[in-house]
């Protein structure tokens, strides 16, 4: 059975009341916790202990929070980092968001505040490592498909190209990529009707060859038609089908 590591957050405050304050929330909810005073100091720890979940003041001696968190985000991007500050500026939170920062919380600190915005960031922070894992393990399926697979967005850009589809169709994913899918692979006699059914298909996802098998002609990179027998889903997205 895997052992769950509990999350570790890493805290950068030069005021060690703040320290304290922080330390006791964060190990009262059975977190694994390291402080520093510097943001060089937490620099250097974090190549043998990254943590996964920053907070970091804004106003600190040597090296400010900005810096702090430029240089903390260049190998790890993905890392939610939030600041903390008593500067209520506009011009200070715009130029924290430019650096990488995810969040602000407001000094004198509030426990529930501080408490909620962690919650909030390592569970979108495990949200987006699981929609990772899980299109990694499409990507090894599609891969690994015999059959073409080809994903158009609702605009009929080509988004998503297999292996397979190379093998069959000639192009390339970078080549396919970005392309209208039916200006580029149907033969000229489709395209009329093909025009006159996609604004239905926008708008309702819906289609006579939706859902079936049907058997078509394609055309290859070398301009060779091909048949092929294609099955056609539609996906609902945010902005469209």
């Not at 990254?50 to 903390?72: I, K, N, S």
């Not at 408490?115 to 399926?141: F, W």
């Not at 891969?143 to 093998?167: E, R, V, Y």
């Not at 080549?175 to 996609?198: Q, S, V």
């Amino acid at each position: 059975m895997t052992e769950v590591r509990p999350n570790r957050v890493l805290i950068i405050d030069d005021v060690p009341v703040n320290l304290s304050l922080l330390e006791g929330i964060l190990l009262e909810r059975q977190f694994e916790v390291a402080s520093f005073p510097r943001g060089r100091l937490a620099l250097a720890a974090m190549e043998t202990d990254p943590p996964d979940l920053v907070l970091l003041d804004v106003v600190m001696p040597e090296m400010d929070g900005f810096a702090t968190c430029r240089t903390l985000l260049q190998d790890r991007p993905d890392l939610p980092v939030i600041f903390m500050t008593a500067v209520n500026e506009a011009a200070s939170e715009i130029r924290a968001l430019q650096v990488g920062g995810r969040d602000f919380i407001g000094k004198p600190l509030n426990p529930p505040v501080v408490r909620a915005r962690i919650d909030l960031h390592l569970r979108l922070k495990a949200q987006d490592a699981e929609r990772q894992r899980v299109e990694k393990k499409l990507r090894g399926m599609t891969d690994a498909a015999h059959d073409a697979i080809l994903m158009m967005n609702p605009q009929g850009a080509i988004s998503f190209w297999n292996p397979a589809a190379t093998a069959l169709l000639g192009y390339t994913a970078d080549e396919a990529i970005g392309k209208n899918l039916h200006d580029l692979l149907a033969p000229e006699r489709y395209l009329p009707a093909h025009r006159a059914a996609f604004p239905e298909y926008q708008r309702r996802g819906r289609g006579i060859a939706m859902g079936r098998m049907v058997e078509l002609a394609a055309r290859r990179k070398d301009g060779q038609e091909i048949a092929v027998e294609v099955s056609l889903s539609a996906v609902a997205l945010d902005d469209g089908w």
